[in-house]
């Protein structure tokens, strides 16, 4: 058996038994299913924060693209991490006094009515859904390349594993194995770096120089991907603003006891996902200036075998031959499995919570059905996640993760911080900024470069743009103003009770 | 206390998509032999974190006030 694939079955016995454990320890009820009871500490929800949101893509991805890209790596991390702080002043600890950890249930708080549970169950569930496919499809090519499965083993792998963690556990569960992934990713992470910089004497400065050899002094500049300015800033909107209408985020706020640990779960986590962004940088200037003199690593055509995405593992063969290499292997993996199970629990709270007992029951429901329905939509959403898996096996689903990205800022965001900062905000206005918002979102990446011409085939694009945040955010804002100040109704009704 | 730090960040984040995306050029050269992009970087990493724990101190002594 390959040191990966042992590591990988070691990491999910142990995983499986934390599920277990964390079964037994649960409380009664949805609540306590999708919230850990809120007794998680600051900073075990900020290692857990961390573990859920460095995904696979920002592991492996992002070290391959240093390896192919260079610096642009490094912007796209800048705007990923000041998402982090935003998120603490603007929304952790409102989050987190509003006890309600999906959107629809912060906003029904103001607007209870059945059009906007709908709405916003429908954006958070689409951004879910959009995130998950990616993962799922990244993750079956990954394993698939890394432990020699085919695809569909790999897939439905995965997707049994994401349902036993969440259906199993719940958020206690999910919870642990994104801290317990998280400290393997940083012991990997360490381990990796620590490697390149032996190499190259300690020194970072004779890295970047080691770097700047093979590939020159533009690997640390942005490319030519980031020369139009407009998409630059679109892409910083998109960034830092997607993170704070992520339905998976945003939730993990009510799994700890109060305000202050809320502060305290996003402290230790932009603390960590820095640290891990900072390491990460090491590594993927260690790839551009390691793995160039190892020809086996590359076919004919000059590109690296298995991808850009396999620079992390390449270098780690290269520096620690097959036990590191499976080490790193072994930590994709459980990084898969910690993202994916938690997309699996925020897309069942929406489910179980927003449409059933929100839309469906209008909050008439008892707490146990409401959590056996909990479980039963972790197991529909790992079977619709396992099949459009299968379904998109060959396409290039890219653009869902902008797609998800781009929704959750332009539709969750605007709406979440309208409705906690703007009290004359209306339910129309909720209305006409959602709307808005996933219409021009979804609009402006289909006639993008992304859909119109990757996906559809078409020459040129409609709008210019990869990323539309730059549009698409003010877009939403405007429309729940708009929408909102000129709502008669509402301003009669506010007339009336003034009177 | 929040303001500051909200106006800070937002100062820092736009001025370094701006310098991305409008004057690339003056990320280019180096510091005692690190590219000025990758500390520029980093100095941002260290900002971001900084700003959280500034922000964190401040809303629980607040908070703490206000009990």
């Keep these: ?499 | 206390m929040p303001r500051f730090c909200l106006i800070l960040l937002l100062a820092l984040v736009a001025g370094y998509y701006g310098v991305v995306a409008f004057a690339p050029s003056l990320l280019a050269g180096s510091l005692s032999g690190w590219p000025v992009s990758i500390v520029v970087a980093l100095a941002l990493f260290a900002l971001g974190f900084a700003i959280t724990v500034l922000y964190a101190r401040a809303a629980d002594v607040g908070r703490k006030g206000a009990k």
């Design chain 1, 1 to 499: 058996m390959s040191p990966a694939a042992m590591l990988s079955i070691l990491f999910v016995l142990l995983t499986l038994g934390v599920t277990r454990w964390a079964a037994r320890r649960q409380g009664d009820g949805a609540m306590a299913f999708f919230t850990a009871d809120g007794r998680l500490a600051g900073w075990q929800n900020g290692l857990a924060l961390a573990g859920d949101y460095l995904s696979a893509a920002a592991f492996l991805g992002a070290a391959g693209l240093y390896f192919t890209s260079g610096y642009d790596s490094a912007v796209y991390a800048v705007g990923t991490l000041f998402g982090w702080p935003l998120l603490l002043i603007l929304l952790a600890g409102r989050l987190r006094d509003e006890r309600e950890y999906t959107l629809a249930g912060v906003l029904a708080k103001r607007f209870d009515t059945r059009a906007v549970r709908g709405l916003a169950a429908a954006s958070s569930l689409t951004v879910t859904l959009f995130y998950l496919i990616v993962q799922m499809v990244g993750a079956g090519k990954l394993v698939a390349l890394l432990f020699g499965l085919p695809y569909a083993a790999a897939v439905s792998v995965v997707g049994v594993l994401m349902v036993l963690y969440a259906a199993g556990g719940g958020m206690l569960a999910t919870s642990w194995v994104q801290m317990i992934k998280a400290m393997l990713l940083f012991g990997c992470g360490g381990a990796l770096a620590a490697g390149v910089l032996a190499v190259h004497g300690g020194s970072v400065a004779a890295l970047f120089a080691d770097a700047a050899a093979h590939s020159g002094q533009a690997i640390f500049l942005p490319s030519r991907a980031l020369a139009d300015p407009v998409e630059v800033l679109s892409l910083g909107v998109g960034l830092v603003l997607g993170l704070l209408g992520l339905p998976h985020v945003l939730m993990r706020f009510v799994t700890v006891p109060n305000a202050r640990a809320a502060h305290r779960s996003v402290l230790w986590a932009t603390g960590l996902i820095a640290l891990f962004f900072a390491i990460n940088m090491v590594i993927g200037y260690g790839a551009v200036a390691l793995l160039p003199p190892h020809a086996e690593l590359f076919d004919a055509a000059g590109k690296l075998v298995g991808g850009s995405n396999m620079a992390a593992v390449q270098l780690a063969r290269v520096l620690g031959g097959a036990v590191l290499g499976g080490f790193v292997a072994a930590v994709a993996f459980a990084t898969i499995l910690a993202v994916v199970a938690g997309l699996a629990l925020a897309g069942a709270s929406v489910v179980s919570h927003d449409l059933y007992a929100g839309l469906l029951r209008r909050g008439r429901v008892d707490a146990a059905a409401e959590l056996k329905l909990a479980r039963w939509a972790v197991i529909a959403l790992g079977a619709l996640a396992v099949a459009l898996s299968l379904a998109f096996q060959d396409q290039n689903v890219a653009f869902l993760f902008g797609l998800a990205f781009a929704l959750a800022a332009s539709s969750n965001f605007p709406l979440l911080l309208l409705s906690l900062f703007w009290p004359k905000l209306t339910a129309r206005g909720v209305i006409a900024g959602g709307i808005a918002g996933i219409a021009a979102s979804v609009g402006l990446i289909v006639a993008g470069p992304a859909v119109w011409v990757a996906v559809l085939g078409f020459k040129a694009p409609l709008f210019p743009y990869t990323n539309p945040a730059l549009f698409s955010v003010p877009l939403a804002f405007a429309a729940a103003w708009l929408g909102s100040v000129t709502d008669r109704a509402a301003r009669r009704a506010a007339l009336s009770s003034s009177l």
